[in-house]
């Protein structure tokens, strides 16, 4: 879509405020504020997800009314996985603008637990979606909420789409400028959290009247999710190497991730250079030299029999 000048014009005047911030929690929070004037939405929100830490914080705008946490933070926490974009949110790449609508692909997600008690009562239909990774090993993820009554559209994903590579270098000058390379906002007043537990809600949405079946996940699992991603596997690489420990097959793969039998396998690729292994039997062996002794429990039959 072809953005007209004063498009370019309320973008720079958004980029001059997040140029301001003077550190990553005042950056959230001018982002938030800056797309919600930008856009005629139903709020704006940017957030920071630690999967290791299994923790998310959000700034929103307009921010969150008085008792607004108490009311909807539970549902938010107990079925955060349920999102069309969760295995996006935790994979750790850059991502976007995308998006979901009720009243497109995923109508489904109307169904779910976390719709019904956190999106539908705020008035939720659509999302726009940015994430790019931080430096220190977070991500950011800079949502557009629609509404009925702001559907938003094509011209709010191409804005985001011209401000995206912007927002992301300012976040990187702010967090330098910081030198904090620890969780940056985890203390802000009112945030929202959720646990968002690597590997453990990754099923696809289940049909009308049915509860999917979640995996589990102790220690064991999350230290070899953090082993794996010491050794340079991205977050998405380190589940699939894991699953792939696990004897899963490459449609079990897909399946359980949500994603293409091909995406796998462009995955694989990289987890076998990262390794310099060539094989699954490889990938499996190098899991347990990598992993912690007791995280063998949750990799299923002996690996090198496969």
Known sequence: MQLEAADYAAILDVLESVAGSHDTRDYAA?????????????????????????RVVSEPAPPFPSGWIAQYGPAFEKFA???????TFISGERVGPTSWSIDGAESSFARTEL???FYEPNGVRRQIVLIFPTSHGTSIVISIDCAAAHPCGGREAAMLSTIAPLLETSYRLVSRAEGNLVWPFADAPG????DLTPLARQEPLAPLGESP????IDDAQLRAHQALRSAGLTARQAEIALLVASGAATSQIATTLQISTGTVRKHLEA???????SSRAAVAATVMRLVHPEAAGILGQPLLSR
């Open 271 to 277: 987890v076998h250079a990262t390794l310099g292994v």
């Open 115 to 117: 719709y019904r008690s």
């Open 30 to 54: 001018r982002v938030s504020a800056g797309l919600f004037r930008l856009f005629p939405c139903q709020g704006a929100s940017c957030t920071e997800i630690d999967v290791t830490g299994r």
């Open 191 to 194: 945030a929202v959290k959720a």
């Open 213 to 216: 079946e979640k995996l589990t």
């Open 81 to 87: 996985w349920q999102h069309p974009l969760f295995g």
